[in-house]
């Protein structure tokens, strides 16, 4: 059984038929949608360049080829490990040898005083929602945080030629992940296209008339806004879990090789395990990791305790704003050691390496694939981070 019809869930399915799992499929899904791609939403499917048949992640023949039990418009309500029986949110009860949690995450969300036009944007019906409001042309709009999420649609609404202001509590964007250096070089893109950057502020609340119409900061002033898209975070779905015995800490707690408890395995936004090529104990978000470890953890499912292999991944994402492609490799902190190898960061077009401990942890390319690839290599062998830095000065 598969909990969450998500890309990790439906990744996971498609890895057991391949390795020549022929017994019964469970997939539970809590949307009623097909399973679809999530990228776009903050991109192409909300600058309404695509439409939503695109965002499919398998036709309509793939999906029959699973011969899977598909229960959409289900949520996962409880679990009892010893037994691996799943209770559905309709009281009916669902057993299997085998369980992958894949139950992803949930927006983070502020208080709305009950108003409209306040959204946050985590599946396709948000952001046929949040399209709809952008094609209506509204005066302006406020996106609170500036994280990825926040930036593609700031980046979105302002390629529709509207009005945009973002507001972050940190001091420069992704300065958590990135770094202050990184992190101007985030926000100076925004300004170049015009966006209102409000920095080192907090929201205080939402004023309006039945809809939005200010959002009110922390340092007493105001933003006029007819539509606010909130992108703050997201807290990993496992409540359902919480009677069940399995531990959680910021997600579903696994062992190197994805495994939770015997028989239950874990994969994406919502799994949190160690990574023995960092030495870390990591949640990985992005796309590509819901894509590998959905695979790692139903093969983990079939596997025996000796056959099982740790699941040990260079975590990496891109992010599309305006005319830049935005790649990250490896797990930066704001505190390691940063060297720009390739370009510039006036010219908005550059290559960075991040160094911890003497080893290199991480690449950061805007506009710069190649580098990212080559040096996304150099982390995976555990390349130092002087010899990562000599590389690039040879080239």
Not at 113 to 128: F, H, Q, W
Not at 185 to 194: I, L, T, Y
Not at 349 to 374: C, I, Q, S, T, W
Request: aromatic share 6%; net charge negative.
């Amino acid at each position: 059984m598969i909990v969450g019809a998500s890309l990790a869930g439906t990744r996971a399915a498609e890895a057991l038929r391949r390795d020549g799992f022929d017994g019964a499929i469970t997939i539970i899904g809590d949307e009623s949608h097909q399973p679809y791609d999530r990228p776009p939403l903050s991109k192409q499917l909300l600058a309404g360049e695509w439409e939503q048949d695109r965002i499919a992640l398998s036709d309509d023949d793939s999906l029959q080829e699973l011969n899977a039990d598909w229960r959409l418009g289900r949520r996962a309500a409880g679990l009892d490990v010893a037994s691996r029986t799943v209770t559905l949110d309709d009281g009916s009860t669902v057993a299997a040898d085998g369980i992958l949690i894949a139950t992803g995450a949930r927006c983070r969300e502020l208080p709305t005083n009950g108003l409209d036009g306040i959204y946050t944007l985590r599946g396709l019906d948000d952001c046929l929602a949040i399209r709809a409001e952008l094609e209506a042309s509204p005066q302006r709009v406020a996106v609170v945080g500036a994280g990825f999420i926040g930036a593609e649609v700031a980046a979105t609404a302002r390629e529709r030629g509207l009005e945009v202001t973002v507001i972050e509590a940190l001091p420069v964007p992704l300065g958590r992940v990135l770094g202050t250096e990184i992190g101007t070089v985030c926000a100076d893109v925004h300004r170049d296209h015009g966006v209102d950057l409000r920095l080192g502020v907090g929201v205080d609340g939402f004023d309006g008339h039945g809809r939005v119409e200010r959002v009110n900061l922390s340092d007493g002033t105001s933003v006029d806004a007819d539509v606010v898209v909130v992108g703050i975070g997201v807290i990993p779905n496992t409540e359902w879990l919480e009677e069940s015995g399995l531990e959680l800490d910021n997600g579903v707690v696994c062992d190197e090789t994805c495994l939770a408890a015997p028989g239950i395995a874990a994969a994406g936004d919502v799994a949190r395990w160690p990574n023995p090529l960092f030495g870390e104990i990591m949640r990985v978000e992005h796309w590509d990791n819901a894509i590998a470890q959905g695979q790692h953890a139903a093969l983990r499912l079939l596997a025996s305790d000796d056959e099982a292999q740790p699941y040990s991944p260079v975590p990496w994402f891109w992010s599309d704003q305006y005319d830049r492609k935005i790649q990250l490799a490896g797990r930066a902190r704001p505190d390691d050691e940063v060297r720009i190898i390739t370009g510039s960061t006036e010219e908005r077009r550059f290559a960075a390496l991040y160094g911890r401990a003497g080893r290199l942890v991480g690449v950061l390319g805007f506009n710069r694939p190649r580098h990212v690839m080559k040096y996304r290599n150099l982390i995976e062998q555990g390349t130092s981070f002087e010899d990562a830095v000599e590389i690039a000065e040879q080239e």
